[in-house]
């Protein structure tokens, strides 16, 4: 629909119809305003671009027009120099589009830019400087009227007359500027039809008159096309024909004629990411894979990016099945797994689109996969807990223990890839596995036969602690002292399948003789719980919260291998009843200082003097004692109030623990779950020594030398059991454990790690970034502190105070 009318006698009235009427003329010069405005600044970004373009062209007909044919011999023919100057030709005929290029700009300045904004201004303008004084007279007019309206009737009857007459000047002087603005906005609204139409087609014809020019040119230079065409393809025969005698005479040449084959002898070939695992998580690396159906024989070359060649030896394997990869299965595209007849373990490859991995899995007779619920169902596999299996175990733990136990950093450096699985092929061959005398030979390194033990555990159908009790184990991890942790792991312990636990039974056993050594291997026991926490107790689902969890998998085999003796040559105790658990916890606090293994993470111990040693220890020990057995005191205050019949041994016992909010919970993803620098950095103040741990420090007094230092952190690995009772009766609560001095100063931080975030909530940051006013957050393991202006949380173990 069009605008209504407005009529000049509405003015007199200046109803509100009338004044909407006004108000939607005003809202359409509006948009024609800002529409012209626009237009104008397009048109003069069309008009710089097209002169950018005449400037290219020149310069490219300019080129043209330097370049000069050299012919072989010492003649030309006919067509020869006419190809010659057939690059001059081109460059002459730029020039000349150019020109007239050139005029249609400096013409669509003056035809199209200038009476826009004359338009704009002089129009448009003069409306809004109506509107301006149109506004001005209103709210004059009406502040009139109403003091003339306030006017008390007792004044004198020359006051009233004398009101009267100037309200009645007042009213018509607007009328007057009403009336003048209604014409004007009509005016603008009609005149835009043709002085805003008339500029764009007058721009129109002078780009027509430019075309025109351009088909007038290609008229005059189709003569001179003809000619070249013809020379063109007459020097194109000559060559055909001097070239298919060359070609006859290089044949002939040629010991080998099957190298110009242009079928290719492969059934597919093209490059791959082949997916290979490290110590700390995996990485792809880009192969040129080749594949030959009738031998089935898979040839991959690594491949470096930068340097433009081969990144190593080739590998050749022989195909046994190939099967596609679920996309819920990884987190990379287009993947499928290969399992080879003389590899151990499964190939994950990834193509480089949906259409290459479908061409790739049609050449390899690929499947799609099974989809079973029951992982845990030891069926074919590659790896199983069979009399080979513990045989393979077996040799490798009697290698490294005659002849590696002093290694530094056994079990953590890895060994070379390929060489790893050559080794896993020889002890899996059917033909020598069963031979429980044969030794792993000497010429194998300590790093690969460690590496060949990890991967054969990781290549079971599950992992040997299963999936089922995962979680109970990981709960088992998280009551409050060690005792009930051991309890509760025994408990589980024999509750697995026998050679489950026989195997386990055997690697807790030469673990335990591995960190014996740990002065000269550097391998603690809660470095070997880094190692094989995620191998022996991996969930079945890579979630975020796995992820967090997995500090705890590192404390189950950390107790695995401080109490082996007593969890796999005795049977597990009766469940204690909820009271007994806290007299434990009691007992447990006051009797010995907490182990290695009631913290999540633990660093290499750097070489120290033994009197500095000792005074450290000594300071821990009492810290740690400090706050335990003020926790114990607590627990058995508030235990009347627990329920008696909850069962400490129960898997599906609730537990008071720290957990990030549901909507931080989704895509969490750091670097590492457990930074790889941990492993080698040496513990050089108590601060660390807490902070690595995940413990909250102790309380200390005002006078102590610590206190100004020290910020409260929760305990992550040290929830409380949930009581049924309020929270007020509760031992500790979780916001007074996290806010448990509040006059501990904000500090400075900086970033040990990378780290991105995959929430808002979180802080993305590089190493060595440095971090403002850092405090304890509210959720355990976690700090908040300022960035670039932004407040948010940060992994606990990611930083280090300033």
């Not at 018509?172 to 500027?177: A, D, G, N, P, T």
């Not at 080879?340 to 490859?349: L, S």
């Not at 790893?420 to 194998?444: F, G, H, N, R, Y």
């Not at 024999?494 to 000269?520: S, T």
Request: glycine share 4%; proline share 5%; net charge negative.
């Amino acid at each position: 629909m069009g605008l209504p009318a407005l009529e000049f006698s509405d003015c007199c009235l200046d109803s509100p119809h009338f004044r909407e009427t006004l108000k939607s003329h005003e809202a359409e010069l509006d948009k024609t305003n800002k529409f012209i405005k626009e237009l104008i600044k397009d048109g003069k970004s069309l008009i710089s671009a097209l002169k950018n373009l005449s400037s290219a062209k020149r310069k490219f007909a300019d080129s043209l027009n330097e370049f000069k044919f050299q012919c072989i011999g010492d003649a030309e023919t006919d067509d020869e120099m006419c190809i010659a100057r057939s690059l001059q030709e081109f460059a002459t005929v730029l020039r000349n589009l150019e020109d007239e290029r050139i005029r249609m700009i400096e013409n669509a300045s003056d035809v199209l830019i200038t009476p826009l904004e004359k338009f704009r201004k002089e129009q448009i303008g003069a409306a809004k400087e109506a509107k301006k004084k149109y506004d001005k007279e209103t709210e004059k007019y009406y502040g009139v009227l109403e003091k003339h309206l306030n006017l008390s009737s007792k004044k004198k009857e020359s006051q009233l007359q004398e009101a009267d007459s100037q309200l009645d000047l007042v009213r018509q002087h607007f009328y007057e500027v009403s009336l003048e603005y209604v014409f004007k906005v009509q005016e603008v609204q009609e005149r835009k039809m043709f002085e805003f139409v008339e500029p764009l087609l007058a721009f129109l014809q002078g780009l027509f008159t430019f075309y025109h020019h351009g088909y007038e040119l290609a008229k005059d230079f189709s003569d001179f096309k003809m000619q070249l065409t013809i020379s063109i393809q007459n020097t194109r025969n000559r060559f055909e024909g001097t070239r298919s005698e060359v070609e006859s005479l290089m044949k002939k040449m040629k010991e080998n004629p099957l190298e110009h084959k242009t079928i290719s002898p492969y059934t597919m070939e093209g490059y791959l990411y082949v997916q290979e695992k490290r110590h700390f998580g995996t990485s792809w690396v880009k192969h040129y894979c080749t594949y030959e159906r009738d031998s089935k024989q898979i040839t991959m070359v690594p491949f470096d990016q930068k340097s433009g060649g081969k990144g190593g030896e080739d590998e050749l394997v022989t195909l046994k099945s190939c099967t596609r990869r679920k996309t819920d299965s990884i987190e990379k595209r287009f993947c499928f797994d290969v399992e080879a007849v003389d590899r151990p373990g499964v190939i994950t490859m990834q193509a480089l689109s949906e259409e290459d991995r479908r061409l790739w899995m049609e050449a390899m007779d690929g499947r799609e996969p099974v989809y079973n619920s029951n992982k845990d169902s030891q069926t074919e596999g590659t790896a199983q807990l069979d009399i080979i299996g513990f045989n393979i175990i077996k040799k490798c733990i009697h290698a490294v223990e005659t002849r590696g136990i002093n290694e530094q950093g056994l079990y953590r450096i890895v060994g070379v890839n390929s060489r790893v699985q050559k080794l896993l092929s020889i002890l899996m061959d059917p033909k020598t596995a069963s031979e429980t005398e044969t030794d792993i030979c000497a010429e194998w390194e300590i790093k690969t036969i460690t590496s060949a033990l990890k991967t054969y555990l990781r290549m079971l159908p599950g992992p040997l602690m299963m999936y089922q009790f995962q979680r109970s184990f990981i709960k088992a991890a998280k009551l409050e002292n060690q005792e009930s942790r051991v309890s509760e792991i025994h408990g589980l312990i024999h509750r697995l399948p026998e050679k489950n636990r026989q195997m386990l039974q055997l690697l807790m056993n030469h673990l335990a003789n591995v960190a014996k050594n740990h002065k000269q291997n550097l391998m603690t026991v809660a470095n070997l719980g880094v190692v094989f926490g995620p191998t022996l107790l991996r969930p079945q689902e890579e979630t975020v919260a796995a992820i967090m969890d997995i500090k705890f998998q590192n404390i189950v085999i950390e107790i695995l291998i401080e109490n082996h003796e007593k969890i796999f040559n005795t049977v597990p105790d009766t469940p204690l009843t909820n009271a007994q658990l806290h007299l434990s916890r009691k007992k447990s606090g006051d009797s010995k200082p907490p182990s290695c293994s009631e913290r999540p993470l633990t660093l290499f111990h750097a070489m120290q003097s033994t009197e500095k040693q000792e005074q450290r220890n000594s300071i821990i020990n009492s810290s740690l004692e400090s706050v335990i057995s003020s926790n114990a005191n607590s627990i058995l205050n508030s235990s009347s109030s627990l329920q008696p019949n909850m069962n400490s041994s129960d898997p599906d016992l609730d537990v008071l623990k720290p957990t990030r909010p549901s909507s931080l919970s989704a895509n969490y993803h750091c670097r590492d779950p457990v930074p790889p620098a941990l492993d080698s950095a040496p513990l050089t103040s108590l601060d660390e020594r807490f902070l690595v741990a995940g413990l909250c420090p102790p309380n200390p007094s005002p006078t102590s030398p610590l206190s100004p230092s020290w910020p409260m952190f929760s305990a992550p690995s040290s929830p409380m059991p949930t009581s049924s009772t309020s929270s007020d009766s509760s031992p500790i609560r979780p916001e007074e454990a996290v806010h448990e001095d509040s006059s501990t100063p904000f500090r400075k931080a900086k970033a040990l790690y990378a780290c991105k975030a995959e929430h808002d909530s979180e802080l993305s940051f590089t190493a060595g970034t440095v971090f403002d006013n850092v405090h304890p957050s509210q959720e355990p393991g976690w700090l908040e502190g300022t960035l670039n202006g932004k407040t948010g949380l940060i992994p606990e173990n990611y930083v280090e105070f300033l």
